[in-house]
């Protein structure tokens, strides 16, 4: 025996006599030298990347169950999250804040020709035509006072002023049927833009001028009421300032107290009746039908419809401001800066910063009528999704375009689909 197998043996105080019987061990391979690796002398070793096989069938610390054979199992996790439906801007649920305050400027950034370029060319007419009536109807007028005798100008200047108010309401009413149509073209834009449709602007108009008519009378109708409202707040404070001085102090507070009163009314009843336009364009109701159709819609979401559009209001009239400041700054000083001795080139300064302005007035407006128009049409689209499930309609509408088959106008109530596409 080596000298290690006598140490071995003295050690655990055993006689070694060859005579000895000893059961039979299975040798034991031979140790290599301290630092260095027995190749050669061990069994097969796993390569990189593989995991050396336990005894008696158990699998290695740290072997994952798939690599054991006949123990294939699946990944360990919970099943993953499958977000709601997205064919066009919005996703198929009820919209977040964030949602609707976005939802405006992707469908502007999406369809600008349709969206952008209807409200330009609308407003671009309306500002023509205003410009059009007012300065040859003013030179006009200055000239037939100037021209009439002493006499006769009392006369000349109350029929002027008689041709002013016609000529007024005559703009009053091309503004008023330009912000109907332009307000109908975004509502729907907006509806067909979620089912991942892109319109263009003469399809947008076709489809959406038989609705202008109930349009314009939605917003004379309130026009009216709001006028008739201010009458007669202001008829019962010209008769208490009628009484005396004594009613002095009573007529003050009324005419605060009234203010404020007419203020939030007129806020309140704008906000439930803001659905109005979508109702009378989409479902294709009458005036009165589509108010009821918003008051209901609006019903339990008062704050956040209101405060969504006031929101959004207030960005777009911020960004507004920050845009025509330096152009307003730049009017007012510059004629001064540039002609300080008041010459000829004064005037030629103004109209081209005057026009300047005019034309960007016209862009900010043309922007601001899309979003807001299409914040309204995206709050109409979230209460029907929160309170009529609108969400399965228009995905069964999509899927139904997307097989090639005629599906009903998703944005029609049950009750007034006709007999062929119910």
């Keep these: 025996m080596t000298d290690g197998a006598e140490k071995h043996s003295g050690q655990n105080q055993v006689p070694a006599t060859p005579d000895a019987a000893q059961p039979e061990q299975p040798a034991a391979p031979a ?27 158990q699998p290695a610390w740290g072997q994952p169950d798939w690599q054991q054979p006949g123990m294939q199992q699946p990944v360990m996790g919970a099943p993953g999250w499958t977000p ?39 407003q671009g007419i309306v500002g023509v035509a205003t410009i059009a009536a007012i300065v ?10 100037d021209n009439a005798s002493v006499a006769d100008q009392s006369e000349v200047i109350a029929g002027s ?11 009053f009413a091309v503004s008023l049927l330009a912000s109907a149509l332009l307000q109908g073209v975004i509502v729907l834009e ?21 609705r202008v008519l109930p349009l314009v009378g939605w ?24 009484q005396g001085e004594g009613f002095l ?9 009234a203010g404020i009163g007419l203020l939030v009314l007129s806020v309140w009843i704008y906000t439930k009746t803001l659905l109005v336009p979508c109702a009378i364009v989409l479902e294709r109701l009458g005036i009165f039908a589509a ?24 960005i777009v009239n911020t960004i507004a401001q920050i845009v025509t400041a330096p152009l307003s700054i730049l009017v007012g000083f510059g004629t001064t800066i540039l002609d300080p001795n008041g010459s000829g080139d004064q005037v030629a300064f103004l109209i081209i910063t005057n026009g300047l302005v005019l034309l960007v007035t016209i862009i900010i407006g043309a922007v601001a009528s899309v979003v807001q128009s299409g914040t309204i049409a995206f709050l109409y689209i979230d209460r029907r999704i929160r309170t009529e499930a609108l969400d399965l309609d228009l995905q069964r509408a999509v899927e139904a375009r997307e097989s090639g088959t005629e599906a009903a106008d998703p944005y029609l109530p049950a009750d007034r689909l006709s007999p062929a596409t119910a």
Excluded at 136 to 144: D, E, Y
Excluded at 194 to 201: F, M, N, Q, S, V
Excluded at 304 to 314: D, E, I, P, T
């Design 136 to 145: 040859p109807f003013t030179l006009w007028i200055v000239g037939r006072v």
């Design 249 to 257: 102090g009573l007529g003050i507070a009324y005419s605060v107290l």
């Design 219 to 242: 917003l004379l109708l309130l026009g009216i009421g709001f006028t008739l409202a201010l009458a007669f707040l202001v008829l019962i404070a010209v008769l208490i300032f009628a």
């Design 161 to 171: 002023v008689g041709l002013g108010i016609l000529v007024g309401v005559v703009l």
């Design 84 to 122: 709601p439906p997205k064919p066009g801007i919005i996703p198929l649920r009820p919209l977040s804040f964030g949602t609707l305050l976005g939802a405006p400027f992707q469908m502007l950034k999406r369809n600008p020709k349709a969206t952008f370029g209807s409200a330009l060319l609308i």
């Design 31 to 57: 140790q290599p030298p301290y630092g260095q690796p027995g190749y050669g002398q061990q069994p097969p070793q796993p390569q990189y990347g593989e995991y050396a096989q336990a005894p008696y069938g």
């Design 190 to 210: 907006a509806a067909r833009a979620t089912l991942g449709e892109k319109l263009t602007l003469g399809a947008l108009w076709k489809r959406v001028l038989p």
């Design 291 to 314: 108010v009821r159709r918003s008051w209901v819609l609006v019903r339990g979401a008062f704050w956040k419809v209101f405060g969504v559009n006031l929101l959004v209001a207030v």
